[in-house]
DNA sequence: CAGTGGTCTAGACCACATC
DNA sequence: ATGTGGTCTAGACCACTGT
C-alpha cells in the first residue's frame, strides 16, 4: 500500500465489510459463492493474505464458511427448537427437538455410561467432595446421522447404584420414576444457560463449523429437602438451536 | 518444514494445543502471560505467520486475549448470572443482574427511543405488516461504566402512542401497568434464545473480546386474545453472563 | 531506545476435486 | 492440467508502550 494513504481501518476490514454488506442485504444469499481469494486479490490489489483474512474473519463472525477446494459461502441456517422440559416430573432427557423441517424422519442417539470424575461445575451443583466420583450417561443426539447436539446426566454414585440408569439400553421406564422410587423425590430444578466457544472435543462430536458458538444448557434437580439429585447439561449448537421456554400464564395482575 | 515430516496436523495447531493444554490443567492461570509471538518462532522454529496462526486460534476459542503491545494474555472470566422474570406481571425490563461481587456499586444504563422499522425476527412475532414501523426503546446496561448487555423493547405503534413509554425518561409506574391501563393485558409470554457471534456494532457498543459469542434472549409477551404486545430482547455477552431459570415447583407426580 | 503485536507483501508447496 | 483453499516462509513497516 502506498505509504500516501493512511489506512484508519485496515484493508482486510475494508474488504469483510463489503462482503458482510453484501450478506446482510442480501445480495449475496445463503449457499451462494463469495469471491474466491484470487479474484479479492484482483480486485482490490492486495496480498492473498490479506484477502484470507478478510475471508478469515466473515468466517469468525459465522457468516461464511469454507469448503475447500469449492470456494468460501454464504453460510446456511436452519435452527430447531429446543424447548427444555418445564414440568418437573416429566422425563428429563429432552425429547426429540420441537420442530423439524420436513423431510426428517425418526432421531437416533448413541448411549453411554460411565464412572467419572465430573467436571468442576457440575462436582459444585452436586456437592460432591473432592475426587468422588459420579455416574454419567452421555448421549450423542443425530437426525438422520448428523449430529444435533450432546446431552450429559451426571447422578451421584449412591443415587443411582445397582438401578437401571447404570445400563445404557433400556431406561424404559424413566429416570424421574426409578429416582423417585428410591427415595429421591425432585421437586425444585434450576436451568442455566452459559453461551461459549465449543472446545475441540464439541467440534469434533457435533462437525461444528468455525465461527459456532454453543449454549451449555445446565439443568440441576433437588429434592423436597434441598439435596441436588442430578445434574442434566445440554451442549446445543447455535446454528442449530434455539432455546424456548413458555412462561407459565399468571392469573394475577403483577403490578 | 523439512519433506521428511509428513504433517498430519498443522504445526500452529500443535502449537495451539499445547497451550491449550496448559490453559485447561492450571498450568497457565487466568491473567498470566502466553509466550511472545517471537518466542514460540524460537522454541517451534516457525515463522511469525505460524505462531500467529496457533495464538489466534486460542482467541477464537475465547481462551486468550491480546493486549498489545504487551502481549497475549490467558483470559479472565467472571460471569453475572442472568434471572429473566418468570412472573409475566413484573416490570419486564429485567433489574440489575442477580449476583454481583463486592465492590460492584450502582447499576447506570442509558436510554433512547426511536420509531424504526424493526428486524425481521421482531416483525414476525409482532405480527406487523411488511413496512409497519414499531417503537423501541433501546438502553445499554452498565456497571461502573463498562458495558454490560443491551435490551430493547419493541413496541407496535399502535399500542404505546401518547403514552410515557415513548418518553426515554421516567417510567415509574412500569410498562407492564401503562399496557394494561390502555387494555392490553399480557398473560401469556414465551423466551427464545439464540446463541451466535456478534454482529460488529455489537462487538463496538459492548466492548467484546474477539471469540465471545453472545446469547440473544427475546421475550414476545401476549395478550390473552393471543395479540402480541411487545417484544423485548436482550443481548447477553457469553463472557459476562449466565441466564439462570428456576422451573416452578411440581406438587404432583408427573410420571 | 527496544520490545510488543498489527498489518501487509511476495513468494512457495501441498491436497483435493474437477475438467 | 487447472483452480481451489491450507499451510508456511522470510521478510517489511507501523503504532504503541516502557526504559
Redo the contacts between chains.
Sequence with gaps: MPPTERHRTPMWERIA?NL?AQIVDGTLVPGQRLPTEASIMARYEVAR?TARQALRQLI???LAVTQPPYGYFVRRRQ?FSFQ?Q?????EPEPPPPGRHPAGFRHPDQATEVAIVLPPREVVDRLRLDPGELAAVRRRIHRMERKPLYLSESYFPLAVVQDTEIMRPDAMS??I??VL?ARGY?????????????P??DEVRQLALE??T???YHM?TSHTVTGAPVCVFTNV?P?DR???????????????
Excluded at 86 to 90: F, K
Design positions: 465489510n458482510r493474505a469468525n463472525e459465522g435452527q427444555p418445564q414440568e418437573i416430573g416429566a421406564t424413566g424421574f420414576r423417585a423425590r425432585q421437586n425444585r430444578a434450576v436451568d442455566e444457560i452459559f453461551v461459549r466457544m472446545v475441540p468455525p465461527g458458538p454453543v449454549a439443568r446445543l447455535g438451536y434455539v432455546i424456548r421456554y413458555e412462561l407459565p400464564e399468571d392469573v394475577e395482575d403483577g403490578s
